[in-house]
């Protein structure tokens, strides 16, 4: 028989840090790596919507690079270092990568003058779904970042700029 995927651990509200210690559900690190945990799920949707080659690889790279973020989020401060061993952080080139991105379809897609109302397509759609959710993250991990339980500066650029780039790949999905 399978090994069953339930635990009975989290049945009393609490659930496992990356690295040890239990924190309840509610806990803002676990509401900060939770909706990126969304965010992907919706990528994931998007990316099966797009008939678009780029978008639908775009969106997986970013998908796996979410996975860093979520791992990040989901590390107790004090335990970076083994994070660190065994993984990796955010780091300012996956930033930087992201922003050449950003320029590159703002020079293809110019954005009209007005606002943009959501759902040219099904996939830009779901795209702009993972940015709102992805906005949230980022209110999540700034709240810890405030508080002093989250040390990484560079996670919060990539969670500014991975939206804003949503947003413009939403622009894309929709003009291709």
């Known amino acids: 028989m399978a090994k069953p995927i339930y635990t009975k651990y ?11 210690g239990r924190v309840s559900k509610a806990n803002p690190r676990t509401e900060a790596y939770g909706a990126v945990d ?20 775009t969106i997986d790279g970013l998908q796996r690079e979410l996975f860093t973020v979520g791992a990040e989020l ?12 065994h993984f990796s952080a955010v780091t300012p080139e996956m930033t930087e990568v992201i922003e050449r991105s950003i320029d590159a379809i703002t020079a293809e897609v110019p954005l009209p003058p007005e606002f943009i109302i959501p759902g040219g397509s099904t996939a830009s759609a779901a795209i702009d779904v993972a940015r709102t959710i992805l906005r949230r ?8 970042f405030d508080t002093n339980q989250l040390d990484s500066p560079e996670l919060l650029r990539y969670l500014n700029r991975a939206s ?11 003009k291709t």
């Open 74 to 85: 989901a590390t107790d401060p004090a335990d970076r270092d083994k994070l660190l061993k």
């Open 10 to 20: 989290g049945d009393q509200g609490e659930t496992g840090l990356l690295y040890g």
């Open 164 to 174: 804003d780039f949503l947003f413009m790949l939403a622009r894309y999905e929709d």
């Open 137 to 144: 993250a980022e209110r999540r991990a700034v709240a810890l």
């Open 38 to 57: 969304e965010a992907v799920s919706a990528l994931g949707l998007a990316k099966a919507l797009s008939r678009n080659g780029y978008v639908r690889e």
